[in-house]
C-alpha cells in the first residue's frame, strides 16, 4: 500500500513538474512511446533499451535520458541540421533499459506525427481539451483506444506503423459553443430572407398601386 501511494505521488509530480523531471515507466503503465500535449509544445516519452540512439525531430530540442527507476543517465548528444530536420545522435557510456525525453513544438491545436519507434503510441490533450467531434475534427487514423486519465482525455493507436497520425484537441466546450454559433448564423439567415421576401412584397405592391394609378 504504502509503495502504491509512493507511484501515485511520484505520477502526479511528473504531470505537473518542468520536463527536465522523469517520467517512469511504470508510470506509463507500458513500454510504449506516449506524447503528452500543452498549448505550445508536447513532451515525449520514447522508451529506449541500449546505449546509443539516433532521433530525427523537426526542431532542435533538448533530450534527457532516464533508466527504469526514474533516474537520470549522463548521455554525449550529437546533433546535425540536414534537409529541414535535426539528426541526433545519443550515447551512453552503460546499456540503457529507460526512456529519452524531450519536446516538440505545437501550432494551432493540432499535432501531426509519423511514429519513429515500434509499438503503440499514446497521445494525452491538455486538461479540459476534447477531440472526436465531427464538425471541429476527428483525430485520423481512428484511434483504437479513447479514455480518461487524472481527468485528461488519452487517445491510444496499438500498432500504427508508418501511418501518419493527426489530432485536432479544442476545449470541452468548443463543440456546444460552435453549434449554438451556427445555429445563430441559421437564425439571422432565416431573419434576413424573411425581411427579404416582405421587402419583395411591399416592391411589388407598390408596383401594382402605381400601375392602378395611370
Known amino acids: 500500500m504504502k509503495r502504491n501511494v509512493l507511484v501515485a505521488l511520484f505520477a502526479l509530480f511528473a504531470l505537473f513538474a518542468p520536463f ?4 517512469s515507466l511504470e508510470d506509463d503503465e507500458s513500454n510504449n512511446t506516449v506524447y503528452y500535449l500543452s ?10 533499451n541500449g546505449c546509443s540512439f539516433n532521433l530525427t525531430l523537426p526542431a532542435k530540442s533538448e533530450i534527457f535520458l532516464f533508466d527504469s527507476e526514474g533516474g537520470e543517465v549522463p548521455i554525449e548528444v550529437d546533433d546535425i541540421f540536414w534537409r529541414g530536420s535535426y ?8 546499456s540503457v533499459e529507460g526512456h529519452l525525453n524531450y519536446t516538440l513544438p505545437l501550432q494551432d491545436q493540432r499535432f501531426s506525427i ?16 476534447s477531440t472526436s467531434d465531427h464538425l471541429l475534427g476527428r483525430p485520423r487514423p481512428s484511434p483504437d483506444e479513447i479514455g480518461v ?17 493527426e489530432v485536432n484537441y479544442y476545449k470541452e466546450n468548443a463543440p456546444r459553443a460552435f453549434r449554438l454559433f451556427l445555429l445563430l448564423l441559421v ?9 427579404h421576401i416582405l421587402s419583395m412584397k411591399r ?8 400601375d392602378r394609378d395611370q
Not at 539528426?87 to 552503460?94: A, H, M
Not at 437564425?187 to 425581411?195: I, P, Q, T
Open 20 to 23: 527536465s523531471g522523469a517520467y
Open 87 to 94: 539528426r541526433y545522435k545519443i550515447t551512453s557510456n552503460r
Open 39 to 48: 498549448n505550445s509544445e508536447a513532451k515525449v516519452v520514447q522508451p529506449v
Open 187 to 195: 437564425f439571422l439567415a432565416g431573419l434576413l430572407a424573411l425581411e
Open 114 to 129: 509519423i511514429p519513429i519507434s515500434e509499438g503503440s503510441i499514446k497521445i494525452v490533450l491538455p486538461r479540459g481539451y
Open 203 to 210: 416592391l411589388r405592391a407598390m408596383t401594382d398601386e402605381a
Open 149 to 165: 486519465e487524472e481527468g485528461r482525455t488519452t487517445l491510444i493507436w496499438q500498432d500504427p506503423g508508418e501511418r501518419v497520425i
